[in-house]
């Protein structure tokens, strides 16, 4: 618990002790600060930060993958799934490493990029994100047919307060539809 707290600061700290200007962008903002420490760039220390997620992901998934190669009984649907999110992940901090990068060292002499590399960083920020719940819905089957259920069957359930008294409640699309006058 104390690392979730922790470890942000490791990368704002400077923000912190700054003097900060708040520029609208898009909907957001963003952070402009005149450094007090100048070699500490934001964007070297979340840099870094990725880098080193990059590495964890990529040793801590092959050790799983190694794992599950050598088990007796192969697990090919556990291993398809993790290679694919591994995969995923791993291009998504790689994209985000190479903006940090650009942000980094390479900002002040290609300025005609920027814009777009700021919108396609929150595109990245985004789905990073989103793509680890979209794999795990894609990759379980009872995960989807349970968020996207069809209503099939019977449509209704009895809900019973006491043993003397039940109510019949429709489930699913029945719920929606008016009764028809007659």
């Known amino acids: 618990m104390i690392v979730l707290f922790v470890l942000p600061v490791g990368v704002i700290w400077n923000i912190i002790i700054s003097r900060v200007y708040v520029n609208p962008s898009s909907g957001g903002f963003s952070v402009n600060y005149i450094k007090k420490v100048e070699w500490a760039s934001l964007s070297r220390l979340h840099l870094a930060y990725f880098i080193f997620s990059l590495t964890m992901i990529i040793i801590f998934s092959k050790i799983t993958l190694c794992g599950l190669f050598v088990m007796?009984?192969?697990?090919?649907?556990?291993?398809?799934?993790?290679?694919?999110?591994?995969?995923?992940?791993?291009?998504?901090?790689?994209?985000?490493?190479?903006?940090?990068?650009?942000?980094?060292?390479?900002?002040?002499?290609?300025?005609?990029?920027?814009?777009?590399?700021?919108?396609a960083l929150d595109f990245t920020y985004d789905f990073l994100n989103l793509s680890t719940t979209i794999i795990f819905i894609a990759f379980n089957q009872q995960l989807r047919n349970e968020l996207f259920q069809t209503w099939t069957g019977n449509n209704s359930a009895e809900v019973s307060r006491h043993s003397s008294s039940k109510i019949t409640v429709p489930l699913g699309p029945s719920i929606w539809k008016t009764p028809s006058a007659k």
């Open 72 to 119: 007796k009984t192969r697990m090919k649907k556990a291993e398809t799934s993790i290679t694919v999110a591994t995969m995923v992940i791993s291009v998504e901090f790689s994209l985000l490493a190479m903006f940090q990068i650009y942000f980094a060292f390479f900002s002040s002499t290609t300025s005609s990029w920027r814009p777009f590399l700021l919108r």
